[in-house]
């Protein structure tokens, strides 16, 4: 454990700049790869903000993990720990609102117990960083990337604390707004959709069943996912639900200000009663939407995962869910790599082997993970901007098609298995 600010050099494998989820589980599940290993990788991990209410990446906000993606948190040994904080998705209910669109995703006929969970990021963060400063990880936090430079063997870091580290394989988790990307001058192409995310907890004076509600309006998608009750709520038959709601920019900056019967009341006209009535609403917070991706999201010694290496429209929520692939891809070419030095240790008699470090930056390494990515990535980055595109529209052959579609999915059952099959992350 580090929070040195010495201007020693300090020499690492990996580094990973930025601690939420993708950062944070890939630091976790690389300390696992080294458990039961004669040659281990030093791992260090940056992050600018602790883990409480303030930090941009475990804030108010949550998340729903699809099913595929609970399984690898499982093999990284990281869903045990937060399995008490999840809310189980049973049924997934899809609607066009002012269409006669609709069909449901369950997870019953799947034999599944969940589509997927859906987790408070405030309460994984804390879980999360428990875990890091528990595991065989250099943590240096709060701290911040101040500057980066780059030779043939490897970045060297310096951080706002004074410390310095090298890395032979750098690892950008940093967000949307990526710093590395920022110092290494790596651009990234953005589709702007001219909306805004208005988001927040809700509250009904009904129980949600464990139900999941993906709602396209005029405007955008309007996403409702189930959450646990607290201390405190308004009546015993209620229940909490996570609100996404996409609007235009005025307004959402008109929903973000407006007082809360009238929000609740416009709320209630764009998603209808099927939840009972909307009582209250927590902390609003508004983000604009947009689809930012790099093209190549690997540089020398370097890769970006997570939010800096994509920003998806939240609609389907597949942001975290494809970043998280993007995390156990890296793992597995890493593991790879080791288990075919390993290997070929055991094929050296004593006196040819050596102690020499493996490299795990190799450009050899970086485009074996490119390669691995690539065609989910792709495919996943189409899909959104698809609905995206096609379920904020109201040309009337658009809307045919789209609420024909998903009657076809409620009138033949059949149909229904690879699309819950792609919402549950299964690849």
Known sequence: MSSASTAVLQPFD??????????????????????????????????????DDSHPGFDARSIAIAHGSIFELERLGIWPKLSHLGTAIADIHISDRGHFGMTELNAKPLGLPALGQVVELAQVGKVLFEQLQQANISLFCPAKLSQLTTDTDGHYLTLDDGSRLSAKLLVAADGANSVVRQQLNQGADSIDFNQSAIVANIQTDQPHQNCAYERFTETGPLALLPMGNVKGMQAKNSARLSLVWAVSPAQAQQLAHTDEADFLQQLQQAFGNRVGRFTQVGKRVTYPLTLTTMARPIFHRCVFIGNAAQ????????????????????IKVIESELNRQQTADRNLDAETKTDAAIDVGTSAILHQYLASRQSDRDSTLRNIEFLVRGFSNQHWPLVAG??????????????????????????
């Open 14 to 51: 990996i580094v990973i700049v930025g601690g939420a989820m993708a950062g944070a589980s890939l630091a976790l599940g690389l300390a696992k790869l080294n458990q039961g290993r004669t040659q281990t990788l030093s791992i260090a991990l940056i992050e600018a903000h602790q883990a």
């Open 402 to 427: 789209r609420s024909i579609g998903l009657r076809l999915l409620s009138w033949l059952p059949p149909l229904k298995r690879p699309v819950a099959q792609i919402a549950m992350g299964w690849r």
């Open 311 to 330: 920003t998806l429209h939240p609609i389907a929520g597949q942001g975290f869910n494809l970043g998280l692939r993007d995390v156990v891809g890296l």
